[in-house]
């Protein structure tokens, strides 16, 4: 039976990150069950774009550390890993912004930027991946003799939350990400993807950063929600579906975590899942906000050509905020942003991955929802329509 450790944290002060991560390791087996004696750990956080830790976008460096410091314990050997989303002019400022750069210098800790340590061309190990035959995976995530799953508690604007699983596809290097967004742009298939990615890296560890999460449009753009809690578990997919159960959120809807469980590569049925630590019905968050995007997504791709205009969604720049970085014309594989007074979406060429959306700097990038969607999010809002 799968585990999932709940622990009760209530700030980044270094003492009790530590103190909960360990307690959240203990009880799933203690440390000798995933990582031993002069053995390499990669420790693989969400950088996901230039944000400082207050943010809530990435992973924060207090938990960095402590799982540094922990792996020492035992005489291992840590690495932290990560290739950024929007690294298009240079991945260190992202790890400097977000202070795990620091971090790892203070902890003398070697950092991979994924960009530069080279890849393994691997062959889809998922039946049900129709998109892509083989996957460019970073050298150090098949390499390492266990790797740790870092992620922060977040939505997600394409897949709605982004957790343990998620957190894996910056293991694919560099530009290659949006690229894999270009050949899937449907949530089905690019879930498919990111199944294939858990099935080849196969991470031993998963610890959620949800001391302070993320809800609304995440990953990048949403409202910083405290939740006051560090997890742990022995598999990514049940770390994941305790995720759903905290915020409330119907796994029937997370496609990665069901097809992943229909595969072995894990657990997403919560009565299989072990709860140690917190009691799952005490952490539960009320009113936890979904990405509004969810409404756009749970169009079936059967009817998405004749409900296109009806349900449709666009990333327009905000011009009092855009800043002209061209962060968003570089990570857009399809080429559907073109600088003009500021950069435009051409929305007869996007595929709504929303990589600008999640990668933009200043958050500039918002989404400009069709009548009926605005109609839909209301009545939702006045829950008299579309539970979820």
């Known amino acids: ?30 440390t000798e069950k995933f990582f031993k004696k002069d053995q390499k750990i990669l420790i693989k956080p969400n950088i996901l774009s230039a944000k400082s830790p207050e943010k809530a976008v990435t992973t924060h460096p207090e938990v960095i550390r402590a799982i540094i410091r922990i792996v020492r314990s035992v005489g ?10 929007g690294a298009v002019s240079g991945a260190e400022r ?16 070697e950092m991979l930027f994924f960009e530069n340590t080279g890849t393994v061309r ?11 035959k083989t996957l460019e995976i970073a050298k150090p995530c098949l390499e390492y003799d266990c790797v740790i799953t870092v992620p922060k508690f977040k939505t997600h604007n394409l897949v709605f939350l982004t957790g343990a699983v998620k957190n894996l596809y910056g293991c694919i290097p560099g530009l290659r990400k949006s690229m894999y967004h270009k050949y899937a742009p449907h949530p089905t298939d690019f879930s498919e993807i990111l199944v294939d990615i858990l099935a080849i890296v196969k991470p031993k560890l998963s610890i959620m950063d949800a001391i302070v999460g993320m809800e609304g449009e995440g990953p990048a753009a949403g409202k910083v929600r405290d939740i006051g ?4 578990s022995d598999d990514a997919v049940a770390m994941d579906t305790v995720m759903c159960e905290i915020a409330n959120f119907n796994i029937k809807k997370m496609y990665y975590l069901l097809s992943a469980s ?10 299989k899942i072990k709860i140690e630590g917190e009691k799952l019905e005490d952490v539960i968050i009320k009113n936890f906000n979904v990405p509004p995007n969810l409404l756009v997504y749970m169009v079936p791709k059967k009817f998405a050509k004749f409900l296109g205009k009806f349900v449709s969604a666009l990333p327009v720049m905000n011009k009092n905020k855009c800043t002209k970085c061209m962060t968003c014309i570089k ?7 073109e600088l003009r007074d500021i950069p435009k979406v051409d929305k007869t060429k996007c595929i709504l991955c929303l990589c600008c959306n999640e990668l933009c700097p200043e958050n500039a990038v ?5 009548a009926l969607i605005r109609v839909l999010l209301f009545l939702r809002k006045i829950k008299r329509f579309i539970p979820l």
């Open 262 to 271: 229909k595969l072995g590569l894990g657990c997403s049925d919560i009565q």
């Open 366 to 370: 918002e989404i400009r929802y069709s």
């Open 1 to 30: 039976m799968p585990t999932v450790s709940i622990i009760k944290c209530g700030s980044y002060n270094y003492k009790d990150v530590e103190f909960a991560i360990r307690k959240a390791i203990e009880n799933i087996g203690g």
């Open 94 to 109: 992202f790890w400097d912004k977000c202070g795990i750069k620091k971090v790892c210098e203070e902890e003398n800790c």
């Open 122 to 132: 691997v062959q889809s190990k998922n039946p049900k991946n129709k998109t892509l």
């Open 229 to 232: 809690l560090i997890m742990a």
């Open 76 to 85: 291992a050997i840590p690495a932290v890993g990560e290739s950024p989303g």
């Open 331 to 337: 990570a857009c594989s399809m080429k559907a942003i």
